[in-house]
Each structure stands twice: as C-alpha cells, then as structure tokens.
C-alpha cells in the first residue's frame, strides 16, 4: 500500500517539494501586496488543485447503501482504464453511514476501511490522486442535530485511519449539503468537521463545499473556517437541470416531461456556463481558494450528441478558470465508460479528455 508504508520523513518531504516554488512566489506575492488585497491562495492546495486537475467521478459505486447493489462494482483494471485515458485523478463517492455504527462511539466498520484502501491503492499505483468524500449522508439533511455528532465520529475515525495516505489523497467534508442542512447549519459545522481532521492530518487538503447540493449561486453563503486556507472548494454543475436530468427517475416524474431536451452549442448557451463559472473564479480569488468542479454530467437518457457538446462546453470553461473538474461518472448512468464492452464511449471521451 502506497502510502501506508510511507516513512514520515519522505511524507515530510514530499509536502515540502510540492509548496517549494510555490510558497516562495507566494511569500513574496504577499510581502509586496495592499491590505486591500484578496488572500494568497495556500500554495499546497494549489498544488493538489492542479494535481487533481481532470478526473472522473466513481459513482454508483461505494455511495450506493453497498457496493453493487447499484449495478457497478470497481475492478483493479478500471484504474489503468481510467489513468490510461487521460484522466489524472478520481473522486471517490462514499456513504460512510451505511457503515457506521448508530450509537456511540459510532464505530466504522474494518470492511470499509479495507475497501477504501484497496481503491486508494489501486488509484495511486495507476498515477490517479483521489478525492474521499462522504457522500449520500441522507439522514443528516434530514435532521441535522441528531446527525452531526456521528459525522464528527465519522470524520475522526476516517481521517485518523487514513493519515499516512500521500499528499494528492484529499478529503472532502460531505457531499451537496442541503435541506435542513442549510447555510447557517453547514457553516456552523464544517469547522467542526474540519478540526476532527486536522487532529491527525494537520497537513491536507481538505475540500468543501457551499449548500443546496454545491450550487455557485450558494458561494455567497460559504463562511470558510477561520485561520485554515489549506481547502478547495467544490462546486456542481448541472444547468440547465431539465436537460441534463431528463428522464431522470429519482428527480420524480416531472423529469419524464423533460425527455427530448437537447443542447446545443450556441454562444448565448455558452455565456450563461461562462457567467456561472466566472463568478465562481471570482469568488474562489477573493477567499483565496482554488476551484474544483466536483461533479458535472448529462443523464444518458438525453441524445449523446447533446450530451457530448454540452460535456465539452462544460469542461472548456472550467479549464479556461483554472478549476480542477470530476465527471459524473464513470461506470453507471452518466458514464463515460460502458462496463458492458469494457471500453470508453468513445465521443464522451473525447469531450472529457481528447481522442
Ligand atoms: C448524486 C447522484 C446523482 C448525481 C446527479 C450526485 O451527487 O449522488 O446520485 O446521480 O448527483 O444527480
């Protein structure tokens, strides 16, 4: 295991050789600046940001209630598969609830953590950096008070257990906080979620995200944790929503009078991706934190031509603002990967990453 068997001291180094340049420019950057100016962005988490730079989403995989039970079951070759194509990191979608004890001490269970590890291993031997994340918490944007604490469990246990996992290994706090998880409540817990972390990963890179599932319009609302600019931020990206989920079962049945929607690439349809992004870059500059695009895709009940365009709008304007992006997903109803064949849809992938 990569990064298990690691000695501290080549971790150490290894921090060190990512902030070099960077901190240096940084330093002097902001040894020259205006009390005006907007934060230097921390030059290890730029670092990663580029290092995780284009990825792909390992959906329906450990985020369904387990794996498998949602069609898709990871295999050691997708990796090479994945590394092969281009891609150069992966986010790893995880209900961490389903494995965790209902009571304190809210124990995770050793077969998770297993898992975790061996994707990890899998992801870091083929090349891939990887994005842990703790998804699908369902019970928690329905009531958060009775939630929080075992989240804050949960982050201890699974930071803790993942310590001596090299640098390009991030965590993201939850996925799409939303419902009763609202602004004021998901601001007032990340930094709790955060802490739990840095107890044992001091150095990390940890990723979060604004409420109502990642939306741009939400940055506003993101108060980030006091004192700590080792983070990026993550939004989504689904517009127009009628497109990208028609036909989409668990949006409910008006997604079925949506079927039929196409995309075409126009310039006025191009602008409003561009004014989203633009405001998210701009947001990301003021706070002085780098951008990822942790999840964007159409549906594969839309026409693959309309899919194809709007895929490679989408990831030509977050490449022009410099974000690191994930494809939603790989394997599964967005995928860009037909488990069938074994093989790439080959017009998806060229939209996400070139022929
Ligand atoms: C959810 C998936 C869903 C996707 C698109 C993700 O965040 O976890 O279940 O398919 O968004 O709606």
Redesign the pocket.
């Known amino acids: 295991m990569i990064g298990r068997t690691m000695n501290p001291r080549s971790r150490i180094l290894r921090w060190l050789a990512l902030c070099g340049g960077l901190a240096c420019a940084a330093a002097l950057a902001s040894a020259a600046g205006t009390p005006e100016a907007a934060p230097e962005p921390d030059p290890v988490a730029a670092a990663i940001n580029e290092r995780l730079g284009r990825g792909i989403?390992l959906?329906?995989t450990l985020?369904a209630p387990h794996e498998g039970l949602w069609g898709v079951t990871l295999h050691e070759d997708d990796f090479a598969a994945i590394a092969q194509a281009g891609f150069r990191s992966v986010r790893v979608?995880i209900r961490w609830s389903a494995h965790t004890a209902t009571r304190p001490p809210y124990e995770v269970s050793e077969a998770i953590f297993r898992r975790v590890e061996w994707v990890l291993e899998q992801a870091l031997e083929a090349g891939l950096a990887a994005m842990v994340n703790v998804?699908?918490y369902d019970e928690i944007f329905r009531d958060p008070a009775g939630h929080e604490e075992r989240l804050v469990a949960i982050w201890e246990q699974v930071a803790s257990r993942l310590r001596d996992q090299p640098p390009e290994v991030v965590f993201e706090l939850l996925?799409?906080p939303h419902d009763a998880l609202d602004a004021e409540r998901w601001n007032a817990l990340h930094p709790r979620l955060l802490a739990a972390v840095r107890a044992s990963n001091p150095e990390r890179v940890v990723v979060l995200g604004p409420d109502r599932?990642?939306a741009i319009g939400q940055l506003r609302h993101l108060q980030l944790p006091a004192g700590d600019r080792r983070l990026i931020v993550s939004v989504?990206y689904?517009e127009p929503f009628r497109f990208?989920?028609q036909g989409?079962s668990?949006?409910g049945p008006r997604s079925q009078e949506w079927l039929g929607t196409e995309w075409h690439d126009t310039p006025e349809a191009r602008r409003e991706i561009e004014r989203a992004f633009a405001a998210a870059a701009e947001w990301g500059r003021r706070h002085g934190v780098p951008i990822n695009l942790g999840?964007f895709?159409a549906?594969s009940r839309a026409d693959l031509a309309s899919r194809v365009r709007w895929t490679r709008a989408v990831r030509d304007a977050a490449e022009a603002h410099g974000f690191s992006w994930h494809y939603?997903?790989f394997a599964?109803?967005?995928g860009a990967w037909d488990p069938r064949t074994r093989m790439w849809r080959p017009e998806l992938r060229a939209a996400l990453v070139g022929e």
């Open positions: 989403n959906g329906n985020e979608p998804h699908h996925n799409e599932w990642n989504h689904y990208t989920h989409a668990w949006v999840e895709g549906y939603w997903e599964s109803g967005f």
